[in-house]
């Protein structure tokens, strides 16, 4: 089993079925990063972009992704960050430090589900009042401005 310790990365639309070791594959339009874990074990490993699961860093030559990933239910059970290319290990968590942690993301999900659902439509018929308020002072502008002018 080889280490990688340095990652490259190729933009793609879809992921290919055969990757390489070393390589962060990017799908934009599936907003999903796939790589082979860099512990060397060969396994596929899925960071999905999303705002309650990975973000992706490119600053035009780089990539980072944030959080750390803990492949917790491989064999390896590596656990590493992926900052500018380079692969910082870190270290294995306890059973306890896994749950705590996925528990914590669980709650994070919900509230940002139950938080985007509740602000949304509010947002939405604010929007919508102020549109209408705007077009009832526009419409009698227009008639002010037919009884000045006389057409
Ligand atoms: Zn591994």
């Not at 639309?13 to 990017?26: A, C, K, N, R």
């Not at 796939?34 to 074990?41: A, L, M």
């Not at 985007?116 to 604010?126: L, T």
Request: charged share 25%.
């Amino acid at each position: 089993m080889i280490r990688t310790d340095t990652l490259n990365y190729e933009f793609v639309d879809h992921i290919p079925e055969q990757l390489d070791d070393g390589t962060l594959y990017v799908s934009i339009p599936y907003a999903t990063v796939v790589h082979r874990c860099c512990c060397g074990c060969g396994r596929e490993v899925v960071t999905p972009l999303t705002p309650t699961d990975w973000a992706l860093v490119f600053d035009g030559e780089t990539v980072s992704l944030d959080p750390s990933i803990g492949n917790w239910s491989f064999p390896c059970r590596s656990h590493y960050w992926i900052k500018m290319n380079a692969v910082c290990w870190a270290p294995d968590w306890s059973a306890t430090q896994v749950r705590a942690a996925r528990a914590f993301d669980a709650t994070k999900k919900e509230q940002h589900f139950t938080n985007s659902n509740a602000k949304a439509p509010a947002r939405d018929s604010v929007d919508a009042q102020q549109s209408r308020a705007r077009a009832r002072k526009e419409n009698l502008w227009e008639r002010i401005r037919r009884l000045i002018l006389g057409n």
